[in-house]
Structure formats: structure tokens, C-alpha cells
């Protein structure tokens, strides 16, 4: 059973669109969620964290949580070229806080 | 901006091998990870490690793989006898001791494990 479920893309967005990424997962019991984004050959960088439901906003980027639906979203404001990656959902266990779980990604195109 | 850092950034091994991959996490961060990506597949936790032990493991970290803080900067990986199926891009992770907000982990760049 997966756990973390994005949609793999490519998701393809003109340059000072909205970006606008999911994702679901499978335990009712996923305490934190997290945004990561890697570039190619790189390793995760990570975006923005949310843990209460509804929006956070951090510059040009806005998680969004939806527990009851087991949702949680980026959106990306202004997309640049340099926005180009995989963005990775991650949550983490009430039961195992220490350990995230990432999801597959979804890669996000910006074409000028 | 504190980083973690790791080396080396590439290593090339014999199958049977011992490696042993190096991090120096964030240097008032209590938590460390180590992670690995197989390429093209997702990242996967391998162990945790707080107050110089294990605090959780995943199944891939069986009898082959140990963790160790040899003084008060690194956080080591050794990998007793490498198998091919252990090439992958190995990070190393980090993150403050919090309690009620997310525990935000901070990767390194990664080293680059390949076993021939």
C-alpha cells in the first residue's frame, strides 16, 4: 500500500503561472508534512513544513493541509525557470517522528 | 547558512567491500538520518540516531549497515560487504530536537555509492 501518492508529471506551467502540486497519503495517523524539492543528481531541499490544517504561506510558496481529506498541496506563485524540479511530499508517523516518508514526486516544467 | 556536508562525494567500491561514507551535520542539531535513493526511485530512510543510538531503523538496514558518532563532528555509514544492489545516492540528514511543530530535517549533498 503506498503511502505517499503524487502524481508523477510531467507537470508543465508557463513562466509566472501558478504551480499548483498534490498530494494524498495513507495514514490517518501522519502527524507533519513537508515539501522537498531536487533538482537533478541533487539532493532534497526542503520548501516549506505544515503540521495544523490550512494554508502557510512562505514567499511565492503556499502549502496547503487538508486532514480530513487526507490531502496536502504547493502551490508556487510567479513560476520561474528556476523552479524546474521534482517536488517531493513527505510526511512523518505519529508512531515514528524521527523517520519521513517520501512520496514518488512530481516533476514541475516551467517553460519561459 | 550551517549545512550538513559529506564525503566523499563519490565512491566507487568492490562488490564485498567495507565503505564507510561520512556526514558532519548541522552543528547544534541532536538528530541525524541517513537515506538512500536508488536512482530514479523514491528516497527511502535507512536509521535515526539521537543521544548516540539507534532510535529507529527501517528494514533495509539489516546486520550490513552501522552507524556511529566517532566524536563530537561526524556521523558515520559503514556498509560491511557491499552488494550491488547497494549503489544508490546515500544523504545524510540532520535536525533540531523540537517538540510540537514539525521536525524539520536538512539534507547533505549526498554521496554517490556505486559497487561494481
Known amino acids: 500500500q503506498k503511502e505517499v501518492e503524487q502524481n508523477s508529471g510531467p507537470l508543465s506551467v508557463p513562466e509566472g503561472a501558478i504551480a499548483s502540486l498534490n498530494c494524498t497519503y495513507s495514514d490517518r495517523v501522519s502527524q507533519s508534512f513537508f515539501w522537498y524539492r531536487q533538482y537533478s543528481g541533487k539532493s532534497p531541499e526542503l520548501i516549506m513544513s505544515?503540521?495544523?490544517?490550512g494554508d502557510k504561506e512562505d514567499g511565492r510558496f503556499t502549502a496547503q493541509l487538508n486532514k480530513a481529506s487526507q490531502y496536502v498541496s504547493l502551490l508556487i506563485r510567479d513560476s520561474q525557470p528556476s523552479d524546474s524540479a521534482t517536488y517531493l511530499c513527505?510526511?512523518?508517523?505519529?508512531?515514528?517522528?524521527?523517520?519521513?516518508?517520501f512520496g514518488s514526486g512530481t516533476r514541475l516544467s516551467i517553460r519561459p | 547558512e550551517p549545512e550538513v556536508t559529506q564525503t566523499p562525494s563519490h565512491q566507487v567500491t568492490q562488490m564485498g567491500q567495507e565503505v564507510i561514507l561520512r556526514c558532519v551535520p548541522i552543528s547544534n542539531h541532536l538528530y541525524f538520518y541517513w537515506y538512500r535513493q536508488i536512482l530514479g526511485q523514491k528516497v527511502e530512510f535507512l536509521v535515526s540516531f539521537y543521544n548516540n543510538e539507534i532510535s529507529e531503523k527501517s528494514e533495509i538496514f539489516d546486520d550490513q549497515f552501522s552507524v556511529e558518532r566517532p566524536d563530537g563532528s561526524n556521523f558515520t555509514l559503514k556498509i560491511r560487504s557491499t552488494k550491488l544492489e547497494d549503489s544508490a545516492m546515500y544523504f545524510c540528514?540532520?535536525?533540531?530536537?523540537?517538540?510540537?511543530?514539525?521536525?524539520?530535517?536538512?539534507f547533505g549533498p549526498g554521496t554517490r555509492l556505486t559497487v561494481l
Open positions: 540528514a540532520s535536525s533540531e530536537v523540537t517538540s510540537g511543530s514539525p521536525v524539520e530535517q536538512f
Open positions: 505544515i503540521y495544523s490544517n
Open positions: 513527505a510526511v512523518t508517523l505519529y508512531s515514528s517522528a524521527s523517520k519521513i516518508i
